[in-house]
Nanobody, 115 residues
Framework: QVQLVESGGGLVQPGGSLRLSCAAS????????MGWYRQAPGKQRELVAVITSGGSLNYADAVKGRFTISRDIAKNTVYLQMNSLKPEDSAVYHC?????????WGQGTQVTVSS
């Protein structure tokens, strides 16, 4: 069983920063892609950022220039650095890993951007 554990969420003021971590129970090279999704109350889940096993990066238009996805292979961990946070970034953020057609999900971490 693959386990993904997110951490780093919390309450932050608009314009602030947070770094989310996703720790995997095995080498992240074993996944085709890893990414971050978010879901706010009453809204559909949306893709925020993705990194492939080869290191290619993609971002949602809403976060380009503000968020950065990265990885530490030795620590089996993927990160999401979030800068210049806005209230509309508030959501539960979930880590996702794809192995061919099989998907794995973490339990999520809450991010709240508010004064």
């Amino acid at each position: 069983q693959v386990q993904l554990v997110e951490s780093g969420g919390g309450l932050v003021q608009p314009g602030g920063s947070l770094r989310l971590s996703c720790a995997a129970s095995r080498s992240i090279f074993s996944f085709n892609t890893m990414g971050w999704y978010r879901q706010a109350p009453g809204k559909q889940r949306e893709l925020v950022a993705v990194i492939t096993s080869g290191g290619s990066l993609n971002y949602a238009d809403a976060v380009k220039g503000r968020f950065t996805i990265s990885r530490d292979i030795a620590k089996n961990t993927v990160y999401l650095q979030m800068n210049s946070l806005k209230p509309e970034d508030s959501a539960v953020y979930h880590c996702n890993a794809l192995e061919y057609s099989k998907a794995y999900w973490g339990q999520g971490t809450q991010v709240t951007v508010s004064s």
